[in-house]
């Protein structure tokens, strides 16, 4: 696969930024280059432990609490590589934006992720930012790479073409009968997402796409970005890492 690292990762710089503890936590910045020449600038949470995860941030939401989730897990021993390919090509933060991410993109974040060292890689996205990459996995999925992906983590994925009436079916984008990463879903109850479970997890298996399911009671789609959240949301945030490393166990337990 060496010729597809086309001057990939560079580290560029090391930062540090307070935690939501006020302890301080040490980043390194990463730059990739991406094919249409867009200099990705990611965020790298180091850790020594032997999980890496290329995490897509929401799109919605407060920033600053997705990073300080994102510290908690870190300091469960999970490395975290936290992408940002919407303000780097300057586009706004909609739903309509992410199409605008290639499957090539995210193909070319996820060779960088593999070959840096032995880690296992996950990637993770959330909402209709489960759509690129899928893609992206799809993609890396097909070129016969020694190393390829752990699994993928969706966060109440949004994967239809279009939302569906209420009681109605609604149709499924492509993209997941061509997936071959094991799949893990986790989706809070308290979202119209959750009545349409059972069909997707159906979807997915008669593409013969490995895949589990896990539901969280009580919470919202994006819990942990929430204006104002509820009390179970809190505390869903709190222990949310140690919920992401069984989630990650079980993702390798899927695994070939």
Same mark, same amino acid.
């Given at each position: 696969m060496g010729h597809r690292f086309l001057s990939i990762v560079l580290i560029v710089l090391s930062t540090r930024w307070a935690d939501v503890a006020g302890t301080g936590v040490t980043t390194e910045s990463l730059n990739i280059t991406l094919p249409d020449e867009t200099e990705l600038r990611i965020t790298v949470f180091?850790?020594?432990?032997?999980?890496?995860?290329?995490?897509?941030?929401?799109?919605?939401?407060?920033?600053?609490?997705?990073?300080?989730?994102?510290?908690?897990?870190?300091?469960?021993?999970?490395?975290v590589w936290l992408t940002d390919i919407l303000t780097d090509r300057f586009l706004p933060r909609v739903n309509s934006s992410l199409e605008r991410i290639t499957a090539s993109d995210t193909e070319t974040i996820l060779l960088s992720a593999l070959a840096r060292d032995?880690?296992?890689v996950f990637l993770v996205g959330m909402g209709r930012g489960a759509v690129p990459i899928l893609r992206g996995a799809a993609a890396l999925s097909?070129?016969?790479?020694?190393?390829?992906?752990?699994?993928?983590?969706?966060?109440w994925p949004s994967l239809y073409v279009t939302t569906p009436a209420p009681g109605q079916d609604g149709e499924y984008l492509p993209i997941i009968s061509r997936v071959r990463t094991p799949l893990l879903i986790y989706q809070p109850e308290l979202s119209i997402r959750h009545w349409? @479970?059972?069909?997707?997890?159906? !979807? &997915? #298996?008669?593409?013969q796409v490995p895949v589990l399911v896990e539901s969280a009671a009580g919470v919202r789609d994006g819990f942990f970005t929430r204006q104002e959240p509820l009390d179970a949301e809190v505390r869903l945030s709190e222990t949310f890492p140690a919920v992401?490393?069984? @989630?990650?166990?079980?993702?390798? !337990? &899927? #695994?070939?």
């Amino acid at each position: 696969m060496g010729h597809r690292f086309l001057s990939i990762v560079l580290i560029v710089l090391s930062t540090r930024w307070a935690d939501v503890a006020g302890t301080g936590v040490t980043t390194e910045s990463l730059n990739i280059t991406l094919p249409d020449e867009t200099e990705l600038r990611i965020t790298v949470f180091p850790a020594n432990g032997p999980r890496r995860v290329v995490w897509f941030p929401s799109v919605f939401g407060r920033a600053e609490a997705e990073r300080a989730l994102l510290t908690r897990i870190n300091r469960a021993g999970i490395e975290v590589w936290l992408t940002d390919i919407l303000t780097d090509r300057f586009l706004p933060r909609v739903n309509s934006s992410l199409e605008r991410i290639t499957a090539s993109d995210t193909e070319t974040i996820l060779l960088s992720a593999l070959a840096r060292d032995d880690k296992r890689v996950f990637l993770v996205g959330m909402g209709r930012g489960a759509v690129p990459i899928l893609r992206g996995a799809a993609a890396l999925s097909t070129r016969g790479y020694t190393r390829t992906l752990q699994g993928v983590v969706l966060l109440w994925p949004s994967l239809y073409v279009t939302t569906p009436a209420p009681g109605q079916d609604g149709e499924y984008l492509p993209i997941i009968s061509r997936v071959r990463t094991p799949l893990l879903i986790y989706q809070p109850e308290l979202s119209i997402r959750h009545w349409y @479970l059972d069909r997707l997890q159906s !979807e &997915l #298996a008669s593409a013969q796409v490995p895949v589990l399911v896990e539901s969280a009671a009580g919470v919202r789609d994006g819990f942990f970005t929430r204006q104002e959240p509820l009390d179970a949301e809190v505390r869903l945030s709190e222990t949310f890492p140690a919920v992401f490393e069984l @989630l990650l166990e079980r993702l390798e !337990e &899927l #695994a070939p």
